[in-house]
């Protein structure tokens, strides 16, 4: 059975660290997996980074789909823009930095590379949700959050926040 992990919020520290190449394709990557896909969609969440989950590996899992029953495993996944990317605008939130939403660009053409759990190599040009989405999730992985992308006022807004909500549990 799948079980929830405590996501990390921020401005917790683990969330900076830059998660390490998976190697092992074993069965405790798998539990991995499965249960972080059981803590995202508890969350409501549209993906997670193991780096929320305090799991410094780079794997990602993701569901964009209405249903909620399409769900995907990234391991290993990286990422190159094409030539002849658009800068695209989306609303992103983020399941580490509960109650912030903000517009965020980024570019609409990648060549996505990713393993699956069994080590299999695969490449893809995704496009629409999936590729803010996935670029998201890597920035997780490199230690890198959407607050980033903000003016360093909103994001010491935000990081002053969400410690007094912290400290009131
Ligand atoms: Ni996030």
């Known amino acids: 059975m799948a079980k929830k992990l405590k996501i990390l919020i921020f401005p917790d520290p683990r969330l900076r ?3 390490n190449k998976v190697v092992k394709f074993d069965k405790s990557l798998q539990n ?3 249960d972080m896909l ?3 969609y508890d969350a409501n969440g549209i993906g997670l980074a193991a780096t929320q989950v305090d799991y410094h590996i780079r794997l990602v899992v993701m569901d964009i789909s209405e249903e909620k029953n ?3 495993i990234f391991v290993n996944p990286a990422y ?3 030539d002849d990317y658009k800068l695209f605008e989306f609303e992103e939130g983020c399941l580490s930095i509960p109650g912030f939403n903000e517009i965020i660009s980024r570019p ?5 590379i990713w393993q699956d759990l069994s080590g ?3 490449k893809d040009c995704p496009e629409g949700l999936l590729t803010v989405c996935i670029q998201h999730e890597i920035d997780h992985l490199d230690g890198k959050l959407m607050v980033d992308y903000v003016s360093s006022l909103k994001r010491d807004r935000v990081r ?3 410690l007094k909500d912290f400290k009131r549990k």
């Open 120 to 122: 299999k190599e695969h």
């Open 17 to 19: 660290k830059v998660a």
């Open 108 to 112: 609409d053409k990648i060549e996505l």
């Open 38 to 40: 059981a803590t995202m």
């Open 70 to 72: 399409d769900p995907k």
């Open 32 to 34: 991995l997996a499965n």
């Open 80 to 82: 190159k823009v094409l």
């Open 160 to 162: 002053k926040k969400l």
